[in-house]
Every structure is written in C-alpha cells, then in structure tokens.
C-alpha cells in the first residue's frame, strides 16, 4: 500500500512561522509500526511548491491512499486537493481529518464529491483500520466496522460511531520526523537562526469549554499527554538529529499538571 499524507501550497502567509502537522506523523510511525512502510508525506507549503509540482508528485508516487487534514480557514482548498488527486488518479482512496471534517463530517462528504471517507476524531486508529478495510480491494463489511469513520452510501450519511480515545498516548511511537524536510521548519519568538526552533506538542485536549473552539468535541473535554520520559525522547532526537536547539511546546494547556512538568 502506498500511503500519501498531503498538504496543499497556498499562496501567502500572514507570518514567516511555519511547523510541522504532527498528525501525519504520529499516524504514518504508528502505521509503520503495523508493517506498512511506503508512507509519504508532502507538504507543498513549507517545500514552496505549486500546484503543478503537487500533481506531478501525485503522479509519480500514484498512491493508493490520499489522506489530508483540515481547518475551516482552508476547507475548500483541501476539497480542491482531493479533487486535483482524483484527476490525476482516480483509483485512490482519499480521506480527510482534521478539525473542520471532523466537525461536519456530512457537510465535507456532500460538498466535496472527491472525498471518500471523513476521519472523525483522533486518527491514529480509526486510519490504521481503514487502510486494512480497503487493502487490495474495499471491504463494505469491513469498513462498517471501523469506528470513527464518515462516507455516504448511495446518497446515505454513514458515520460508524464514535472511537474512544486512545487512553495512553505514550503507547504511540514518536512522530517520524524522517518523512519531512525538517530544515523548512521554523518559529521565530526566539532570537538566533530560526531554523533551529520548532513547535511540539505533548498532549491532546483541553478542560474548559470555550464555544468558539473546536477542541472541547474534538477532545471530549479532556486532556491526555505523554509520559514526560517520552517528552523528553523527542527533544533529544530533534536536538542530536535535526538541530533544533528551541522549541515552543503548542499544547492547549501545558501546564494542566505540575508533576509532568
């Protein structure tokens, strides 16, 4: 199985800072861990790259999964990159995730015809489970039975139910890093070269319930994190290996609990 994680070039950025989208990561070390290793990961914004480049990509790679993520401030143009992959090749499997398709899951499907299936929720699982489902052919029965998915069928809204989250986020790999240009990666609330700081993030969720923010649904009102030993991990792999010597920790709320930190 070949397995894209994609995001699109946009034209204009409203800061210079740029970090990586974990959820790729955390979800192609996670399927390398259940033996599917021909992973990829484009990230057309921080390579500089435009849509011609894109579709060459696609071409070359011709995966059998597309798989992106999303926001309500770039919704649509996730909707057109799905569309630019089933153009250029028809036969694969797009998904999305994220924040805005997890939302509204039927609205994505019924606006964007090039969506194949919604992520709902945390992905790590729910994806893993869907890449078996469709391996060499699509398994209707199958996919049925992986919860936290969206898709229509024949003209029906199914959502397969709710996941729960997973309980222990340390039981999850690293993030591979090795699928990105890392040097592309930068923030610049530190002073020194930029290109040695970046985002990371520890945990998932947030206790309070804000009505304008999508992590209270997303998250189930609660808060997750790794272990502070895994914590710890990966700022020496990104320091020795990647050179980063400054991080901004993008956690909703870092500080929730003393003793971690």
Known sequence: MRILFVDPPIKKVLTDKYTPNCGYLYMAAYLKTKGYADIKVLDAQALGIGWEDVGKFIRDFNPDIAATSSVTADIYRRMHLLRVVKELSPSTITVMGGYHASMLPEDVLRVSEDTDYVVIGEGELTFFELVKA????????????VKGLGYLEEGKFIHTGRRPLIKDLSELPLPDYSLIPMDKYRVFEFPGDPKESIAINFSRGCFHECVFCPQPPMWQNTIRSRKAGDMI?????????YSKNSFIFSDNDFLYDRQRN
């Not at 469709?134 to 039975?145: G, L």
């Not at 991990?233 to 290996?241: H, Y």
């Open 233 to 241: 991990e990966e700022i020496a792999v990104l320091q020795k290996r």
């Open 134 to 145: 469709i391996e060499n052919k699509p398994n209707k029965e199958k996919i049925r039975t």
